[in-house]
């Protein structure tokens, strides 16, 4: 009953690990038919797939070395070198009645050493020879015949290389079963298992079809790690050859034992001689054990023996007989605390870094400087063979170690391994990381790839990196990297990333260490920097505060503009920027300055060079004078510039040409409020249809044009100056344009209109403007009639006066439209 219940405890423990799950009940129902045997009684469990003879401590002592070491870590036997049966927990019948003996091969001798039986209950030691290379023990639950076995010895040549084949070939399932026992327990992968079989033993290991039972797959497993063994025991009986077990290890092992494999694997001749001339009516079954710590479990098949028919059990193991391996760490190693890491190694001549897969007892010695008093204790950590042949894997992930720098070192038998420094160091905290200012504003769209430092943490352990876009569903592509230094190569406080500034906007740059834990840095790609499209922009000394406005395109990301050049205020407005310049004092005609455009996202402004450029002071309007040929017959007030008649101008200019007298002066007229407005550029001695411009002197213009040219009546006719890159000046004022009628004849007829009126005749031009008509400026009459046409220029315009007129001849005023006051004019009664 003890034993079902210790199966199904383990059935429990490993079916939560198993490579393909079969029905528990199997497993369970060998064990209780095992339960019936007198051997296997009441054992603790730990074999898989097969039922437990006991456990027991088996070890090498060598005391000028050492204390005793499990045979099982040994990889050469000393001299003076003694082997140890210590049993640890046996079946009652088996401590009782049970004998055990050991047989040894000789590389050194050539021969196959029988030692004295012992108790199978009780502590016993032998003495090893020298070059021992193959170690088995004989179990007889019943005893055993010494004299037979030597006998047996002695007289066949063939069973010494039967037995080392068998050793090597036991001591290789033996491996391979603990190693998929032990990732079943851990939950770390049947292939990694294998992987790491692979690399210690030097086998090829198949890669294993998922959808096989698990039967199949160990079958697979043990034609790799046995290719000459046969499928089926010859011993055993048909019902037997296929057994259905729970998990991979449980089933490799099942079916080595089911099947017999070890002992028809090694040559039927073993096993026919130890049959026949050991134990005559006894089966001999094949045994191995699975270690625990420095306890032994030996391990047979799960099956009753036949009626009348004794057991016996056969053990080896091969002693692999190496030398002790020399191999330093190559370069310096850096390790991230918490995740495995590969080391690469540097083997001596003749070595190989496979070979360390032997090696027990890994630890990290803290290096002490001298001044320490206290030393730290070492730290075990597992080591097992590499991915690639020159490294080893240093597992981290449990180890309770701090930063620091230790000395790798590991057992090899009783000696010490010592591999080199490893410099253990922290996982970085990225949440600090970040693009300085500077880079920052160089991904810019349209500048392909662009590299950009990382700063803010020790980047040694970054694996990966990707950018992705903030946009939802959008995919991480990953980017190339480049540690100065190189990976895990001590600290490094910046790494560089190539961006791809293809498209703009927001994105998260992902950092993955080695632990595969991803963090985000934000990184933005900008839209294209603005271009001002009206530079340069000319600026004017001696002017206390000038217009300036910025054309072009992105001008909507500017956020400020300041220049070197003096105090600049301003702001977007209608697609450009437009602000106020106060030149700073000093600055002289031709020097240039940079604008500096402080842009949206970007941290430092973008330089537009030589955007600025000082000019001489403008050119200043300081008078006009006018001149016109008073052909109207009717008075011209002071600013009246009449339109249709031609008027002359003196415009004084103060610095009209450039300072070396050069430069060629061009003047724009204007007309401002009129009904209609025009504008008229000149130059001089260039003449224009009904307009001239020239030089009256160094500071002075002669103008002569017909105001009509450039407004109508009502408006103000303004006139600037331009001198090239100096600018122009503000305008000036020369005039208002009227429109003024043109009077030829006057006749006052003696046509009574009542109330002491008389009639009158007035001819002439454009009479529909004048409104009223009388003898002085304050007294008028309305007009009583419309202008009547004579010819298509040439009008009459009836008028109403008083009698008798306030003096003989007396002149004649006429108010126009819109007017208060009238005007004379040259007509007299």
């Known amino acids: 009953m003890w034993v079902a219940f210790s199966c199904a405890s383990r059935v429990l423990t490993v079916v939560n690990r198993i490579v393909l799950p079969l029905a528990a009940g199997v497993l369970c129902a060998f064990a209780a038919t095992a339960a019936e045997t007198s051997t296997a009684a009441s054992l603790p469990p730990g074999c898989i797939g097969s039922t437990p003879l006991g456990r027991v401590k088996l070890s090498v002592s060598c005391p000028w070395k050492g204390g005793p070491l499990p045979i099982s870590d040994i990889a050469t036997v000393p001299p003076g070198a003694r082997l140890i049966w210590d049993p640890v927990h046996l079946s009652p019948h088996l401590a009782q009645k049970g004998e055990i003996a050991a047989l040894v091969i000789s590389e050194t001798h050539g021969d196959l050493i029988v030692m004295p039986a012992s108790k199978a209950g009780e502590r016993a030691e032998w003495d090893l020879p020298r070059g021992a290379s193959v170690v088995a023990l004989v179990l007889g639950p019943e005893g055993l015949n010494m004299t037979k076995v030597k006998k047996l010895i002695a007289g066949d040549d063939d069973l010494l290389p039967q037995l080392a084949a068998y050793a090597q070939q036991t001591s290789q399932v033996e491996a391979l079963v ?20 692979a690399s210690a033993w030097g086998v090829a290991m198949p890669k294993l079809d998922s959808a096989a039972s698990s039967g199949q797959q160990a079958a697979t497993l043990l034609g790799a790690v046995l290719p000459t063994a046969n499928a089926y025991d010859p011993l055993a009986p048909a ?15 099942g079916l080595f034992f089911g099947n017999a494999v070890g002992l028809a694997s090694g040559g039927m001749a073993l096993v026919t001689n130890l049959k026949a001339g050991l134990f005559p009516d006894t089966e001999f079954r094949s045994t191995f054990a699975q270690t625990s710590g420095t306890e032994m479990a030996f391990c047979t098949k799960s099956q009753a023996a036949k009626a009348r028919t004794r057991l016996a059990y056969l053990w080896a193991f091969k002693v692999p007989e190496l030398k ?24 001596a001549e003749g070595f190989t870094v496979k070979e360390l897969a032997r090696a027990k007892n890994w630890r990290l010695e803290p290096e002490t400087s001298k001044a320490d008093s206290k030393q730290a204790a070492a730290i075990s950590v597992p080591v097992t063979v590499g991915s690639a042949a020159d490294t080893l894997q240093v597992d981290l992930t449990k180890a309770k170690a701090a930063a620091g720098d230790y000395t790798l070192t590991a057992a090899w038998d009783w000696d010490t391994l010592t591999a080199g420094t490893l410099h253990l160091r922290p996982f970085a905290d990225f949440s600090k990381v970040q693009i300085p200012a500077a ?19 020790d980047f040694e352990f970054v694996e990966k990196a990707a950018l992705q876009s903030t946009r939802k569903g959008a995919a991480a592509k990953p980017v190339s990297f480049d540690l100065l230094k190189g990976a895990r190569l001590g600290e490094q406080n910046s790494m560089t990333v190539d961006i791809d500034t293809g498209t703009p906007g927001a994105y998260k740059l992902l950092l993955a260490q080695v632990d595969g834990t991803q963090h985000a840095v934000p990184v933005t790609v900008l839209p294209p920097h603005p271009k001002l499209s009206n530079l340069p922009i000319h600026v004017n000394l001696g002017e206390a505060e000038q217009a300036l406005r910025l054309e072009g395109t992105g001008i ?20 450009a920027w437009r602000g106020t310049l106060r030149l700073k004092e000093g600055a002289r005609p031709e020097e240039k300055f940079a604008l500096a455009l402080h842009v949206k996202g970007m941290d430092a402004p973008v330089t537009v060079a030589d955007a600025i450029v000082v000019e001489a002071a403008r050119p200043k309007i300081v008078s006009a004078r006018k001149s016109l040929l008073d052909d109207s017959g009717l008075e011209i007030r002071d600013g009246e510039l009449p339109a249709g008649m031609n008027v002359g101008f003196i415009i004084s200019v103060e610095r009209l040409q450039d300072a070396d007298g ?18 008229l550029a000149l130059a001089p001695d260039e003449p224009v249809k009904g307009a001239t411009l020239s030089l009256a002197g160094a500071d002075s213009l002669y103008l002569a044009l017909d105001p009509g040219m450039v407004g109508y009546r009502g408006c103000e006719l303004s006139a600037k100056v331009v001198a090239g890159e100096r600018g122009a000046s503000n305008a000036f004022v020369l005039g208002r344009v009227v429109r003024l009628p043109a009077l030829e004849k006057f006749t006052l007829t003696g046509e009574s209109l009542g109330n002491n009126q008389y009639a009158g005749t007035l001819q002439g031009r454009d009479l529909d403007l004048i409104e009223k008509a009388g003898w002085d400026a304050q007294n008028g009459v309305p007009v009583v009639g419309i202008p009547a046409p004579i010819s298509p220029t040439e009008q009459t315009l009836k008028l109403a006066l008083p009698w008798p007129a306030p003096a003989p ?15 004379r004019t040259k007509l007299t009664e």
């Open 178 to 197: 603990q190693a998929l026992a032990n990732s079943e327990q851990q939950g770390s992968g049947t292939q990694a298992a294998l992987k790491g079989f």
């Open 239 to 253: 019902t037997s050859q296929v057994q259905q077990t729970t998990g991979l290890a449980a089933a490799v092992a």
């Open 324 to 347: 002790t391996p020399s191999a330093a760490i190559e370069g310096a190693s850096y390790l991230p605390l918490g995740a495995k890491s590969e080391i690469k190694l540097k083997p």
């Open 439 to 457: 880079s920052r504003d160089k991904l810019v769209e349209g500048s392909g790839e662009v590299t950009v430092p990382l700063t803010g943490a």
């Open 556 to 575: 909507d990301r500017v956020e400020g503009v300041t220049t070197e050049a003096g105090k600049l205020t301003g702001g977007v407005e209608d697609g």
């Open 662 to 679: 050069s430069g060629r002066p061009r003047l724009e007229l204007n007309c401002r409020g009129g009904d209609l407005r025009k504008a």
């Open 809 to 823: 001849h007396a002149p004649l005023y006429v108010w126009l439209s819109g007017e208060q006051t009238g005007r």
